[in-house]
């Protein structure tokens, strides 16, 4: 059995991640640690963590586990946004400029990501684009929080059948995923981690990977850690 550490953006990812792929990846022997919130600074000695916008403090928190960990059969990966991914990240200038094409773009910055780190059982992953996306796979999963608004659910399939993957949903201040969910369900901005989590296990993780490409070819990869 192979074990895998999850570098999470917040308690949203940390939470999704110990809920619904650590048993998953369980049936593939692929343990998981507990997902670690990923750092974004570190002040007297001290990491603070959550968040992911700063990508020195970053990366320094993987190499030091990478250091820690030096078994081949340890891996690591992450899950952090596309959407104000932090300004130092290697190779954003350059991915800007494919910015018509979200999925090309993302797999640049990946790409760049594990140059930078430079160790082959990083796997780093970067949601399109961001954790929110995954909830208009099936925007039903709204049901227990809509009070019996089936116009609010309905505006958010609406968005969802408008983009050939959740995954698409842009990234304007006011468009992105988790600022279309708000404008219908306000509650959900005051307790993200505590439903996006619910929401997704609502939806489950076939359907969420059948929906969203990358998700899915991150999972497959995690998957195929143990030689499966």
């Given at each position: ?30 343990f ?7 750092a ?39 899950m952090?946004?596309?959407y104000a ?144």
């Open positions: 059995m192979v074990r895998l550490y999850v570098f999470a953006e917040g308690q949203t990812e940390q939470t999704f991640a110990n809920t619904l792929i650590k048993p998953h990846l369980y049936q593939y022997n692929v998981m640690n507990p997902p670690i919130l990923i974004h600074a570190k002040k007297k000695g001290q990491v603070h963590r959550g968040g992911g916008r700063n990508y020195t403090p970053m990366k320094n928190d993987i190499l030091r586990f990478l250091k820690q960990e030096k078994s081949l059969d340890v891996f690591f990966t992450t952090i946004d596309l991914i932090c300004p130092g990240f290697p190779g954003l200038a350059e991915a800007e400029l494919m910015s018509q094409d979200p999925l090309k773009k993302v797999a640049f910055l990946e790409q760049k990501f594990a140059d930078d780190i430079n160790d082959r059982r990083f796997i780093p992953y970067i949601q399109l684009h961001e954790y929110e996306a995954y909830l208009f796979s099936d925007p039903s999963c709204f049901e227990y929080l809509s009070d019996g608004n089936i116009d609010k659910i309905t505006a958010l399939q609406k968005i969802a059948n408008a983009y050939k993957t959740p995954e698409l949903i842009n990234d304007g201040l006011q468009t992105a995923p988790s600022k279309r969910i708000i404008a219908q369900f306000p509650s959900y901005g005051k307790a993200k981690s505590t439903f996006g989590p619910q929401l997704a296990a609502r939806i489950g993780l076939p359907v969420i990977r059948r929906a969203c490409y990358h998700f899915n070819q991150w999972l497959l990869k995690l998957e195929s850690l143990n030689g499966g």
